[in-house]
């Protein structure tokens, strides 16, 4: 259902725009959540866009570096990292919770059947 793109090699400091892709549905109708999973570690939300007045959320540790945005013409959520560090290493997921249109209680719990896309990997190193 999602197809989450722009992830690649990135130097500490550095930037990088993602992207989340939807077929199937209209991403307008939603809020929708990015997630990051490092190595080892348990998934962890990073940012929330609500539909209709796109108000955000973001998790403690991004707060200043990244911006959630969306197009609903492209039907297509990004998410506009800044300095980049090495923590930002993982792999990072999209993801909606119907019929949730706002970021009220993100991060969600969603359910442990969630099917998630591929993702796409960044990693963040000298």
């Known amino acids: 259902q999602f197809v989450e793109s722009g992830g690649e090699l990135v130097r500490p400091g550095g930037s990088l725009r993602l992207s989340c892709a939807a077929s199937g549905s209209h991403l307008r109708n939603y809020a929708v959540g990015w997630y990051r999973q490092a190595p080892g570690k348990e998934r962890e939300g990073v940012a929330c866009?609500?539909?209709?007045?796109?108000?955000?959320r973001y998790g403690n540790s991004v707060k200043g570096r990244f911006t959630i945005s969306r197009s609903n013409a492209q039907n297509t959520v990004y998410l506009q990292m800044n300095n980049l560090e090495a923590d930002g290493t993982a792999v990072y997921y999209c993801?909606?919770?119907?019929?949730?249109?706002?970021?009220?209680?993100?991060?969600?719990?969603?359910?442990?059947?969630?099917?998630w896309g591929q993702g796409t990997q960044v990693t963040v190193a000298s």
């Open positions: 866009i609500s539909s209709g007045d796109s108000t955000t």
């Open positions: 993801a909606v919770d119907p019929p949730r249109s706002y970021c009220v209680g993100f991060v969600w719990n969603l359910p442990s059947d969630y099917s």
